[in-house]
């Protein structure tokens, strides 16, 4: 576990900061940054939350950048519990670079092993990890969890005999991102796979041949969305009862786009034989495999308990679990509250323009949820964060938005009456 460093330099006046052969203050700033950067869950590469008095860990930039930041505008002075910089994780990791798909294989099948699990009643509390062995009974039992097993055996093989730095797994992984960020065209993208085939050895059993395998791969992990027809007036869902439905209930209006280029269709083809394409449509990716997926890494599993087991109720406001509504909800469903395991999320949706700031034509409005449970300094971390819904059309859906937020509620309603567990899926 790292030592936190000195913070007394933090409260040295600004006159004397500079004085004369008085380096205090900037070795001071020096150990902030050799702690920052020596946390193993840095936000990534070499960027941080500046500390300076002017972003107040609003922005993320370089350890230059910080060093500039903190010569002009010096260490915020209320910035003593260095949240956003790891302290108070007590995150113990091995010092090797241990990616987070290896780190799953290894968990999953370390619960595979378990042959028997002592039944605990349920007035005993189990302590430390005796409880994550308690949690993965059902999980064994689970379709989902074994085809998971075995895709993540399938490809956990070293990419090539030598290679230690990527499973064939995370190799892939890591070319879809890539693929996803560049915005590169299912063509070119197979030209590259078919390249790597050739240029890495052993590649034709590594590497998928086409883009279709790479993303049968990726989307066999469970970790798939599903299309939802929508009104193009944003009245309805194509969903449960009105899933069959050809026009909208309310507005009337046809549930298929309209096929001006009449031209290209056959003499002997109808109207009706036309391949029908939905006039908008809702991106829904599931919620409860993303949460299950938390709690099959083991470190992360720990972290999801932060709020209660190691969190410090010292009566100041770091975490949403120091707030009075959080509380407050604990008061008013104590059975909710016992369960440290049990998720609390935040919602949040925004607007934005995905073909540049001049053209108006199209708006995408994400619906991202943040789970609560983690440490201050991962629950807002990009990778934790999880997209639950994609709303795209040529217009925001303004106060529309509750129609599209009805496969997500249904799912909390699920979550919150009946909970999600393995053992559900084979029954």
Not at 204 to 227: F, R
Not at 387 to 404: A, E, Q, R, T, W
Request: proline share 5%; hydrophobic share 35%.
């Amino acid at each position: 576990m790292r030592e936190v460093p000195d913070k007394s330099w933090i409260d040295i006046p600004i006159l004397k900061r500079r004085a004369k052969g008085d380096t205090r203050y900037r070795d001071g700033w020096e150990a902030f940054l050799e702690y920052a950067y020596a946390n193993p869950r840095k936000i990534e590469n070499d960027l941080l939350c500046c500390p300076c008095g002017k972003c107040r860990n609003r922005g993320l930039v370089d350890r230059v950048a910080i060093r500039r930041h903190l010569e002009r505008w010096g260490f915020d002075e209320n910035y003593k519990y260095w949240s956003f910089h790891g302290e108070g994780e007590d995150i113990e990791l091995d010092d090797r670079n241990i990616d987070d798909t290896h780190a799953m294989f290894n968990d999953v099948t370390t619960v595979a092993e378990v042959d028997e699990v002592p039944e605990v009643p349920d007035a005993v509390e189990v302590p430390g990890d005796a409880d994550d062995v308690q949690n993965t009974e059902d999980v064994r039992d689970s379709g989902a969890y074994r085809n998971l097993v075995k895709i993540l055996e399938d490809n956990e093989k070293d990419l090539y005999d030598g290679c230690t730095e990527y499973s064939r797994l995370s190799f892939i992984l890591e070319l879809m991102r890539i693929k996803t960020l560049s915005g590169m065209a299912d063509k070119y993208f197979q030209m590259l796979l078919n390249l790597l085939r050739k240029v890495i050895p052993d590649g034709e059993n590594s590497i998928p041949e086409k883009c279709y395998d790479a993303n049968k791969i990726v989307g066999a992990l469970g970790l798939d969305y599903n299309k939802i027809d929508a009104c193009p007036n944003d009245c309805v869902l194509y969903y449960k009862d009105n899933e069959k439905l050809e026009e909208c209930p309310k507005c009337g209006v046809s549930r298929w786009r309209k096929n001006a280029r009449t031209s290209t269709r056959k003499s002997d083809e109808s109207v009706n034989q036309q391949k029908k394409i939905p006039a908008k449509v809702l991106r829904h990716f599931p919620l409860v495999p993303r949460l299950q997926r938390l709690y099959m890494t083991k470190n992360i599993a720990k972290d999801m308990r932060w709020h209660k087991e190691r969190r410090v109720d010292d009566g100041k406001v770091r975490h949403p679990a120091d707030a009075k509504a959080w509380k407050h909800v604990d008061q008013t469903f104590p059975s909710f509250a016992t369960e440290c395991r049990n998720v609390r999320l935040g919602l949040s949706s925004d607007g934005f323009n995905p073909f540049g700031i001049m053209s108006s034509g199209w708006s995408t409005w994400p619906v991202v949820l943040m789970p609560y449970n983690l440490p201050p300094g991962l629950c807002m971390k990009q990778s934790y964060m999880i997209l639950s819904l994609l709303i795209s059309g040529k217009h925001s859906p303004g106060n529309d938005i509750d129609v599209f937020m009805e496969p997500l509620i249904d799912e909390l309603k699920c979550l919150w009456d009946e909970g999600a567990c393995h053992k559900t899926e084979t029954r």
